[in-house]
Nanobody, 125 residues
């Protein structure tokens, strides 16, 4: 599967953005899908995941209640709706996919073999 992330940009604190991750090659409905982010000088960190295998969605504590992952299987696209953005949300955001991620591994970026190219989100204070 090939992944194409888009939707990043510059937004003020408190604003919103919606990121998209379009899948091609195989239906996104076949995969567990996740979002990660990486700020300059920091390690890649888990943001959230939509786990097809267990039909559930998980979020990092830092974004819970502000970010929402949704899927549109007809469009082979996964979305990350980001509300109430903070300067600390500034990062390059990556979508990732794989099949049959073990439930205890969904937060580990090394569990995913397919990655989009990343899209930059900058939140100004």
């Amino acid at each position: 599967v090939q992944l194409q992330a888009s939707g990043g940009g510059l937004v003020q604190t408190g604003g919103s953005l919606r990121l998209s991750c379009a899948a091609s090659g195989r239906p996104s409905s076949s995969y567990d899908m996740a979002w990660f982010r990486q700020a300059p000088g920091k390690e890649r960190e888990f943001v959230g995941a939509s786990m097809r295998s267990v039909d559930d969605t998980y979020y990092a504590e830092s974004v819970k209640g502000r970010f929402t992952i949704s899927r549109d299987d007809a469009k082979n696209t996964v979305y990350l709706q980001m509300n109430s953005l903070k300067p600390e949300d500034t990062a390059v955001y990556y979508c990732a996919a794989d099949s049959d991620i073990r439930p205890w591994d969904y937060m580990r970026w090394r569990s995913y073999n397919y990655w989009g190219q990343g899209t930059l989100v900058t939140v100004s204070s």
